[in-house]
């Protein structure tokens, strides 16, 4: 499908589409969709890691009212085995994976995601979606 780079209507509605081979475009597209997922991915951690807090938080509490109640070894256990403890190994915190995800691939992807628009479709976004949103009001003025 050959597209060319004018605006779809004089409004400006939609942006110019560069203009790009079907492979270019479909490869532009699956880098997009590659940095959505990875963003998702960090959405994931960030609950993760705000889950295990809330874990964290609760457990404390519990150590509390056992030791409260007279339980001395069981608020230890939670003090002493939980507490203290990592997620990933007895160092690495929730917030030390995430923040190793946010400062690796993440930024990483961000990046490629950049230079391939970059390179490809002199930095537009959304390219394959503005072709397609084009298609679709072609198609919806013939009817």
């Known amino acids: 499908m050959a597209i060319d780079d004018t ?6 509605e939609s942006e110019s589409v560069p203009a790009l081979s079907d492979t270019e475009c479909e490869a532009l597209h699956e880098v997009e969709l590659g940095l959505e997922w990875v963003q998702r991915a960090q959405g994931s951690l960030l609950e993760f890691h705000h889950a295990t807090g809330h ?13 409260a109640t007279g339980h001395d070894d069981l608020a230890d256990a939670i003090r002493t085995e939980l507490l203290p403890q990592g997620v990933v190994d007895e160092d690495r915190w929730s917030y030390d994976v995430l923040e190793n ?9 961000r990046s490629l995601e ?18 397609q949103e084009r298609e679709w009001k072609h198609r919806a003025d013939e009817s």
Request: positive net charge; aromatic residues 4%; proline residues 4%.
């Open 55 to 67: 874990g964290m938080d609760h457990l404390y509490r519990a150590k509390e009212l056992l030791r």
């Open 7 to 12: 605006p779809l209507d004089p409004d400006g």
């Open 101 to 109: 995800f946010q400062d690796g691939l993440l930024a990483e992807t």
């Open 114 to 131: 950049r230079r391939v628009r970059r390179d490809l479709a002199d930095g537009e976004r959304h390219v394959r979606e503005r072709r």
